[in-house]
């Protein structure tokens, strides 16, 4: 079975005591985990959480579309390179949400990381409204479209992240069942556009804890996770790695 992958994504938390204490612990308690562990962590502590990690991947939470120039305060692609990124996330539905991303841009973006060699980790989602409405397969096809669109030659070296938007940060985790659906169209949709469909890594995340991250992750198309809240508590987050490990034997 290939190896889960376990991504926290701080968002917009952090301080230079607070991640030399986390990222220490983390890097501790995975050294023979059997999952991929990454962090992505804000553009300012790159550098800091580079020479902490251990081997777990580093990880950033946006870049800028454009490759270079008067783009005041935009973080390129080669920037992040430089620090030793693997990761980034593109598209997340804070992004989408509080900063009008299209899903144009967040294939520009895809594409961008792709060609400096960083993993995009592509995030789609439905509103509660959107699923309410039983737009959530539309909604998440669109998204997904997009990013093949553009990036249709290299789409196997991307990660997708299925991110239900009313399960972030809210305590209420899709169940096992409502994932592996919406997981399931995505594999499908890949394998539509790729015949090595089954490599691309589709995490979920949403609320994803100690608690019901194994049920989760035991679904047959759930890859690993994006954690969020969990992932700057490190006992939560070494758990879920911990989870992830033992469905990897
Ligand atoms: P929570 O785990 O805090 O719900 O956040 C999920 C998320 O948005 C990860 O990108």
Redesign the pocket.
Same mark, same amino acid.
């Given at each position: 079975m290939k190896k889960k992958l376990i991504a926290g *994504?701080w968002?917009m938390n952090g301080s230079l005591a607070a991640n030399d204490a986390l990222v220490r612990a983390v890097a501790a308690g995975v050294a023979d985990a059997a999952a991929e562990v990454a962090v992505c962590v804000p553009a300012p502590y790159l550098a800091q959480v580079a020479a902490l990690r251990g081997t777990v991947a580093l990880g950033a939470q946006d870049l800028s579309a454009h490759e270079s120039g008067a783009y005041t305060g935009e973080v390129s692609a080669g920037m992040l390179r430089d620090l030793g990124v693997h990761y980034v =996330?593109v598209g997340?539905?804070?992004r989408r949400q509080y900063h009008a991303e299209s899903d144009e841009l967040v294939a520009r973006k895809a594409q961008r990381a792709l060609a400096a060699g960083l993993v995009p980790i592509v995030?789609v989602g439905e509103t509660l409204a959107q699923r309410e409405a039983g737009e959530t397969e539309l909604v998440v096809k669109r998204q997904l479209a997009a990013v093949i669109h553009l990036n249709g030659h290299c789409i196997s070296e991307i990660v997708v $992240?299925y991110?239900p938007v009313w $399960? =972030?940060?809210?305590g209420r985790t899709a169940t096992p069942e409502q994932a592996q659906a919406v997981h399931a169209v995505l594999r499908a949709q890949l394998q539509a556009a790729t015949p090595r469909a089954d490599r691309v890594k589709l995490l979920y995340?949403?609320?994803? *804890?100690a608690a019901n991250a194994a049920e989760l992750l035991a679904q047959p198309d759930i890859d690993g996770g994006? =954690?969020?809240? $969990?992932?700057l508590k490190a006992p939560d987050f070494l758990t879920i790695v911990a989870a992830a490990s033992a469905l990897a034997v």
């Open positions: *994504n968002k =996330i997340h539905s804070e995030c $992240a991110e $399960a =972030i940060g809210t995340g949403g609320s994803m *804890n994006l =954690i969020g809240g $969990a992932s």
